[in-house]
């Protein structure tokens, strides 16, 4: 839970936050488990998610460190790079019975790699998923906070994995194993013992690996803004699909819709609606 901080300004970020307001979007409830600083971006950052419709009952608010801020490079609209300040109030997530309680009751655990890179949410992070029912894996590999441990201890606490093309060719290498799509997501799910993997590619769409079958979605054509938040959308609206138990190619689809249209737009949150993403969607032929 942060700041992107744009050449045109600052903008409310992280990961988890945009699934979150993407899956509200889409008519879900979704809790937001992070922290902020007692300063005046925390209290803009929660007065933001407030007016996205999403409870801060389960955002704690510290004294020691800032709110946190991610200096955007958007130069190249199709690859946004990233530098993330560090340390930061999302660095030191307290683990809690009431944090532990709403885990295990809820239908989904959404989790990324930058959670872990810091010992205090990293440990609040691990017990947390003894709790988790079903728990999601959002990979997003940010040089340099991550580590191979780290990532593959992630890996196998899954049940449903969803990565860029980029961060599957290096967990590969990691592996010794194939990058390519139909081998690597077939042995990903099969060594980690996943029920689903998909891996997003840009404009070229997106596969999944679910129920022994590759599934694949072309790219979706639209005017980019920047991409930040897209492949946040794209998570929100597969987990939609997915919880529900639709036919794969449909919310395979649906995602890749859901990640082009926020592309469309400049920020991670528009205010984008389910009825537009199908819109979108009935257009992409599957396979």
Known sequence: MLWDVLPTG????GA???VAVHLRNFGLEA???SRVGHDDLGAELLAFVEAKGLSTRYVQRGETHLTGVVKANVSDSNEVTYKIVQPVAWDYIQYTAPLSTLVETAEAFVFGSLAARSPVSRETLYRLLQRAPFKVFDVNLRPPHYSRDVVTYLLGQADLVKLNHHELAEIMDWFGVSP???TALQWLAARFQLQAVCVTKGADGAVLWVGQRLYGCPGIAVQVQDTIGSG???LAALLKGFLAGQPPAHYLAFACAA???VASYRGATPAISEAQVLALATSVPTA
């Open 10 to 13: 600052k903008q409310p970020g």
């Open 31 to 33: 809790q937001l488990l």
């Open 16 to 18: 988890p936050l945009n």
């Open 180 to 182: 390519d799509e139909e």
């Open 232 to 234: 946040d959308a794209f």
């Open 259 to 261: 990640g082009s249209l």
